[in-house]
């Protein structure tokens, strides 16, 4: 009995087996923003900023700047993950301590 052999993919050493690799998309991002309020104070912000995103004393103190004069202003930009996690510690600092600092997230 004689096994035939395909041409295409059969090779002297057997079968060619073709490696593929996936394709990975990029996470989507998320931007983390405070909003501000006429409450919370502007050391408390600082703290937020350093504490949860990382950021310099100068770089803090800007941010919050911005936030108090615009409104609102951009903490970082993270995946979905993430910033979901980063908005849930910056609320759960800003309840123990009763201000009413707020934080969400959105699409870059």
């Known amino acids: 009995m004689s096994t035939r052999r395909d041409p295409y993919t059969d090779t002297d050493e057997g079968p060619v087996v073709e ?17 501000n309020d006429d409450y919370t104070p502007m050391e408390f912000v600082v703290e937020v900023l350093e504490r949860f995103f ?8 800007q941010i919050m700047l911005h936030v108090h004069q615009k409104g609102v202003g951009v903490c970082g930009v993270y995946t979905h993950d993430i910033g979901e996690t980063k908005v849930r510690q910056v609320m759960d600092c800003a309840r123990e301590r009763q201000y009413p600092l707020q934080c969400t997230m959105e699409p870059e």
Do not use: N, S
């Open 19 to 35: 490696e593929t690799r996936p394709k990975l998309k990029k996470p989507k991002l998320y931007k983390v923003l405070l909003l």
């Open 54 to 61: 990382g950021k310099r004393r100068e770089q803090a103190v």
